[in-house]
C-alpha cells in the first residue's frame, strides 16, 4: 500500500543487508512514521509482544522472520538446534491469542529440519520467512478480490450511493503485510470507483481504528469518520450502515470468532439491525484444533495501563495522560469471541463461507481430518 504516494509493507529485509528486518513501528502512528531495525530475536519478541507491530498476519510473518534472525544469531556448532527451539518458545510466547504466530513458528521449524548443514538451514529459514510475508500479501489481495462483489452488490441497490461500512480495531494492510483483511475488500471497490465510506470505531483502550485504520484509509484516500466504540449500535438502527467488516484473530474452524475486544457487541447490533456481518481474513487465522471459542480460545489479559492512559499529540510533542484515578483498578480484556450464529459469512482467500464447519472445511476440504 502507499504512505504519501510510495509503496510500503509493513515489514521487510533491509535493502542491501540480509542481516536486518526493518517493519513500521506502529506505536508512533498517525503522527510519526518511524522505521525500526531488528537484528536478533529478543529484539522481534519484543516488538510482537509490546505491539511495535500488531495484527494476526503480521505478527505471523513477523514470527517467521524471527526465526530467521534466530538462525543468525545461533553457535554455529551442535548447540544451533537448541538455540532455534528455545527461539521459538520465545516468540510463542509473547501473544496467546493469535493463531497465526506458532503457525509461522511451527512452519519455519519444520521447513528448517530439511536442512542439512548449518548454512542450508539459514538459506531455508530465510526462504521461508520471505514466503510466509509474500503469502500473506496475496491471501489478503485475494480476500479483497472475493470480498468486492458484496460491496458492488450494496452499491447497486443504493444506485450508486455511498456504501457505509463499519470496521472494528485495525485490520487493514498495518495488522498485515499488504491490503488486509477487513480492508482489502474495501480498497479493491474504492479503485474500482465505486464510492464507499467506513466508519471508523476508534477501538479503546489502545484505539487502534482511530490511529491506525483511519491513518491508512486517509493515506489511500478512501472517505471515512471516525466514531466512539458505542457509537455503532446507534448508527444501525438509524440505517447508516450497510454492512460491517471486522478481521479474525483466531478463528475455529467451526466459524467462532475471536477478534479486538468490542467486535462482539457490533456483532450482536448488526444482527438486531439485519446487517450483514462478515469477519475476512485468511486461513492463516483458522485454527484448525479447535471447536468452541468460547471454551478454548485464549483470551489476551494486557495491562491495565492501557486503559488508564492515553498518549496523543499535544503541542508537536507526543504526550501520555491519566485518565482515570491514580489507584483504581483497569482490566484489560484484549479479545472477545463472536459465536458463528451472528456471523453471516466469512471471507477467505479462496472465497466466502458460511460460519459453520461444513461450510469452512468445503472451502478447505485438505482440512477435514481434522473436524
Same mark, same amino acid.
Given at each position: 500500500m502507499n504512505i504519501q504516494g510510495q509503496a510500503f509493507r509493513t515489514i521487510w529485509l533491509k535493502p542491501g543487508d540480509l542481516t536486518r528486518i526493518q517493519i513500521i513501528d506502529q506505536r508512533h502512528l498517525p503522527h510519526q512514521l518511524f522505521i525500526e531495525d531488528l537484528e536478533t530475536v529478543d529484539q522481534m519478541a519484543?516488538?510482537?509482544?509490546?505491539?511495535?507491530?500488531?495484527?494476526?498476519g503480521l505478527i505471523g510473518a513477523a514470527a517467521g522472520f524471527g526465526i530467521y534472525l534466530a538462525t543468525l544469531e545461533a553457535p554455529k556448532n551442535d548447540f544451533f538446534e537448541t538455540f532455534i527451539f528455545q527461539a521459538a518458545e520465545?516468540?510463542?510466547?509473547?501473544r496467546p491469542t493469535a493463531v497465526n504466530l506458532a503457525w509461522a513458528v511451527d512452519r519455519q521449524l519444520n521447513a528448517i529440519q530439511q536442512g542439512q548443514s548449518i548454512e542450508e538451514k539459514i538459506d531455508i529459514a530465510l526462504?521461508?520467512?520471505?514466503?510466509?510475508?509474500? !503469502?500473506?500479501? !496475496?491471501?489478503?489481495?485475494h480476500i479483497g478480490e472475493h470480498g468486492l462483489p458484496l460491496i458492488e452488490a450494496i452499491s447497486r441497490k443504493k444506485n450508486g450511493a455511498p456504501v457505509n461500512i463499519l470496521t472494528h480495531c485495525n485490520a487493514g494492510w498495518l495488522a498485515f503485510v499488504d491490503y488486509g483483511s477487513a480492508t482489502s475488500s474495501i480498497y479493491a471497490a474504492h479503485d474500482k470507483g465505486i464510492a464507499v465510506h467506513v466508519w471508523v470505531d476508534e477501538t479503546r483502550p489502545r484505539n487502534q481504528g482511530a490511529s491506525l485504520t483511519a491513518w491508512e484509509l486517509g493515506q489511500h484516500g478512501v472517505p471515512h469518520t471516525i466514531i466512539a466504540d458505542n457509537t455503532g449500535g446507534h448508527l444501525m438502527q438509524h440505517g447508516m450502515v450497510d454492512m460491517v467488516i471486522v478481521g479474525s484473530d483466531r478463528t475455529t474452524? $467451526?466459524?467462532?470468532?475471536?477478534?479486538?475486544?468490542? $467486535?462482539?457487541?457490533?456483532?450482536?447490533?448488526?444482527?438486531d439491525n439485519n446487517i450483514p456481518f462478515y469477519a475476512a481474513l485468511p486461513s492463516s487465522s483458522i485454527d484448525w484444533q479447535?471447536?468452541?471459542?468460547?471454551?478454548?480460545?485464549v483470551i489476551e489479559e494486557r495491562h491495565g495501563d492501557e486503559v488508564k492512559y492515553m498518549e496523543g499529540l499535544c503541542e508537536s510533542e507526543i504526550k501520555k495522560v491519566l485518565l482515570t484515578p491514580l489507584n483504581s483498578n483497569a482490566a484489560n480484556y484484549a479479545f472477545d469471541?463472536?459465536?458463528?450464529?451472528?456471523?453471516t459469512g466469512i471471507i477467505t482467500e479462496r472465497?466466502?463461507?458460511?460460519?459453520?464447519? !461444513?461450510?469452512?472445511?468445503?472451502?478447505?476440504?485438505e482440512k477435514k481430518q481434522h473436524g
Amino acid at each position: 500500500m502507499n504512505i504519501q504516494g510510495q509503496a510500503f509493507r509493513t515489514i521487510w529485509l533491509k535493502p542491501g543487508d540480509l542481516t536486518r528486518i526493518q517493519i513500521i513501528d506502529q506505536r508512533h502512528l498517525p503522527h510519526q512514521l518511524f522505521i525500526e531495525d531488528l537484528e536478533t530475536v529478543d529484539q522481534m519478541a519484543t516488538a510482537i509482544k509490546d505491539m511495535h507491530l500488531r495484527g494476526a498476519g503480521l505478527i505471523g510473518a513477523a514470527a517467521g522472520f524471527g526465526i530467521y534472525l534466530a538462525t543468525l544469531e545461533a553457535p554455529k556448532n551442535d548447540f544451533f538446534e537448541t538455540f532455534i527451539f528455545q527461539a521459538a518458545e520465545k516468540l510463542k510466547s509473547t501473544r496467546p491469542t493469535a493463531v497465526n504466530l506458532a503457525w509461522a513458528v511451527d512452519r519455519q521449524l519444520n521447513a528448517i529440519q530439511q536442512g542439512q548443514s548449518i548454512e542450508e538451514k539459514i538459506d531455508i529459514a530465510l526462504f521461508m520467512a520471505t514466503q510466509i510475508a509474500d !503469502e500473506d500479501a !496475496e491471501h489478503c489481495r485475494h480476500i479483497g478480490e472475493h470480498g468486492l462483489p458484496l460491496i458492488e452488490a450494496i452499491s447497486r441497490k443504493k444506485n450508486g450511493a455511498p456504501v457505509n461500512i463499519l470496521t472494528h480495531c485495525n485490520a487493514g494492510w498495518l495488522a498485515f503485510v499488504d491490503y488486509g483483511s477487513a480492508t482489502s475488500s474495501i480498497y479493491a471497490a474504492h479503485d474500482k470507483g465505486i464510492a464507499v465510506h467506513v466508519w471508523v470505531d476508534e477501538t479503546r483502550p489502545r484505539n487502534q481504528g482511530a490511529s491506525l485504520t483511519a491513518w491508512e484509509l486517509g493515506q489511500h484516500g478512501v472517505p471515512h469518520t471516525i466514531i466512539a466504540d458505542n457509537t455503532g449500535g446507534h448508527l444501525m438502527q438509524h440505517g447508516m450502515v450497510d454492512m460491517v467488516i471486522v478481521g479474525s484473530d483466531r478463528t475455529t474452524y $467451526t466459524g467462532d470468532v475471536a477478534n479486538k475486544i468490542g $467486535t462482539y457487541l457490533k456483532a450482536l447490533a448488526a444482527h438486531d439491525n439485519n446487517i450483514p456481518f462478515y469477519a475476512a481474513l485468511p486461513s492463516s487465522s483458522i485454527d484448525w484444533q479447535m471447536e468452541d471459542g468460547l471454551k478454548e480460545i485464549v483470551i489476551e489479559e494486557r495491562h491495565g495501563d492501557e486503559v488508564k492512559y492515553m498518549e496523543g499529540l499535544c503541542e508537536s510533542e507526543i504526550k501520555k495522560v491519566l485518565l482515570t484515578p491514580l489507584n483504581s483498578n483497569a482490566a484489560n480484556y484484549a479479545f472477545d469471541v463472536t459465536p458463528a450464529r451472528l456471523i453471516t459469512g466469512i471471507i477467505t482467500e479462496r472465497g466466502i463461507c458460511k460460519a459453520n464447519r !461444513e461450510s469452512i472445511l468445503d472451502l478447505f476440504p485438505e482440512k477435514k481430518q481434522h473436524g
